[in-house]
């Protein structure tokens, strides 16, 4: 049986550092929102031997025991009692290392596939357990709806959005490292956070000028601080028109809301840098 899966990506339309905690994690405030375009593409084939195999064409992510979906597939085997006898393959859309989630996506996606072929021998509560082991983000992405996420951001409710929010995604092409991010992001002051409870507000009545206001990342900061090249490009997108900028997760990619058409302000950003950039118009519905 062949079990394919189509996972998106994430923003962080808010993101607070509440501090650390004794396990070495920091305790967050964040909420989650799924970006449906793009979206990777995972594959489980069964083998016709005992194995697990993991592969992946993309330069940057690893192959075989390296790979998070490596990880999952062990825990899941481990969870069942049932031998691997998998190849998981992996398309990579959403840029790698960028804060946008994609390996924690690829991680889920591996799980909801790998239960779907045994016919759901677990029920969801195990595979969250499963999830938030593997890594903070990898709970989110097995039901991907706008989410407040607490603790290491693995513990998440779902919160309405009244309203499609339309992105511009902006990638400078070079990756930054979770463990970078969180451990240099009090090296500049910045500004405390923005009420979340008021931007949960503005979302659930879909107020746009209210969510764009609420928008904040504590990371933000030290990674624009570190790589100027972030800055300069927050700094073009919101001369472009973006009603508010700020880096996803641990960056270094960039979102822009836009009330209205993205495409523009999308257009606006490749002309500014040609094609040296990935950038993706884009919405949240």
Known sequence: MTVTRQIPGKINLFLD???KRPDGYHELRTIFLPVHDP???VTVAQLDQPGLDVIC???GVPDGEDNICWRAAQAFAEATGIGPRWQI????RIPVAAGMGGGSADAAATLLALNESCGHCLPMETLHELAARIGADVPFFLDPVPALGEGIGDRLRPVPLACPLSLVLVNPGFPVSVAWSYGNFDRRPRPPAPACDALLAAMATGDF??????VYNALDYAVRDKFPLVDMLRETMLAAGCAAVAVSGSGPTLFGLVDGDPEPMAAAVR?????DL?????QVL
Do not use: N, R
């Open 17 to 19: 550092v509440l501090g």
């Open 39 to 41: 979206m990777d593409e």
């Open 57 to 59: 064409a993309h330069p």
């Open 89 to 92: 393959s992996i398309t990579k």
């Open 209 to 214: 000028s209210g969510i764009a206001s609420g």
């Open 271 to 275: 002309a500014e840098y040609g094609g």
């Open 278 to 282: 990935w950038v993706q118009a884009t």
